[in-house]
C-alpha cells in the first residue's frame, strides 16, 4: 500500500493459490482447518488464511504466522496492536482481502443469484438498498441485489456491527461496488471517513478473468 489513504483490494483464485509452505500459518489456524472434514473446503481455508496472512505480513513487515490476528467486535478479525485494518470474505474458490492504513475496512464478495431472493430483498436490506434494487429493470434486479447486499455486509463489517444496523452502516461507511468475474461482484467500505479514498483493486483470475 503506497498511500496512506490508500484502500487495497485483492482477488485471488484459491485454487490457483501459492502452495503453503511450513512456517506459513499458525498452529491456531492449521487447528481450525483440521476440523473441517471437506478436503476440498478445508485447502480452500487454508489458501485463504495464506493470502491474508501475508498480505497483513508484507505491510507490517512480520513473517506471515507472526500477524497478531484476534477477534474484535462482533467477531469482526483485527490485527492487534497495529494501525492497520482489514476485512475478508470467500465464495469457494474466490477470496478477497482489503486492507487500510487508516480507518476500519469492510469487503463482502457474492455470486449473482438466478434470481432475486425477495424475502431477503424486503425484509433485510435497508430501504434506500431495496429502492435501487426495485428501480432497474427486473431482469437485472438479480446483479443489483448481489452489488447492494454486498455494498450492506462490506459497510456492517467496516462498521464492526450486525444487519440490524446495516442502514446507519450505509451512511456512515462509504462503499463501492464492482463486477469482479463472471456473474461475480465485490463491495469495499470504510467507516469514520465521508468519501471513499482511491481504492487499488487487484483482481486475480477465478473463473478466468483477467486484471
Not at 28 to 40: K, N
Not at 132 to 156: G, H, M
Request: charged share 25%; net charge negative.
Amino acid at each position: 500500500m503506497t498511500r496512506a489513504l490508500a484502500v487495497s483490494v485483492v482477488l485471488t483464485d484459491l485454487d490457483a493459490a501459492r502452495h503453503i509452505e511450513d512456517g506459513v500459518l499458525p498452529p491456531q489456524d492449521l487447528a481450525v482447518a483440521a476440523h473441517i472434514t471437506d478436503e476440498q473446503r478445508r485447502r480452500w481455508f487454508l489458501a485463504s488464511r495464506r493470502e491474508v496472512r501475508v498480505a497483513l505480513g508484507e505491510i507490517l513487515g512480520l513473517p506471515p504466522a507472526a500477524v497478531p490476528i484476534q477477534r474484535g467486535r462482533n467477531g469482526k478479525p483485527e490485527v492487534e496492536g497495529t494501525p492497520v485494518h482489514f476485512s475478508v470474505s470467500t465464495r469457494d474458490a474466490a477470496c478477497v482481502v482489503a486492507t487500510s492504513l487508516t480507518d476500519p475496512v469492510g469487503v463482502e464478495l457474492a455470486r449473482v443469484p438466478a434470481r432475486t431472493p425477495v424475502p431477503v430483498l424486503q425484509q433485510i436490506l435497508p430501504s434506500r438498498a431495496r429502492s435501487a434494487v426495485l428501480a432497474v429493470e427486473v431482469d437485472e434486479q438479480p446483479r443489483e441485489f448481489a452489488l447492494w447486499w454486498c455494498r450492506v455486509e462490506a459497510a456492517v463489517r467496516a462498521c464492526g456491527a450486525g444487519l440490524d444496523e446495516a442502514a446507519a452502516c450505509l451512511d456512515t461507511a462509504p462503499q463501492v461496488a464492482r463486477e469482479v468475474g463472471p456473474e461475480l461482484v465485490a463491495a469495499v467500505a470504510l467507516a469514520g471517513r465521508p468519501a471513499l479514498p482511491d481504492v487499488h483493486w487487484q483482481i486475480g483470475a477465478p473463473d478466468g478473468v483477467a486484471r
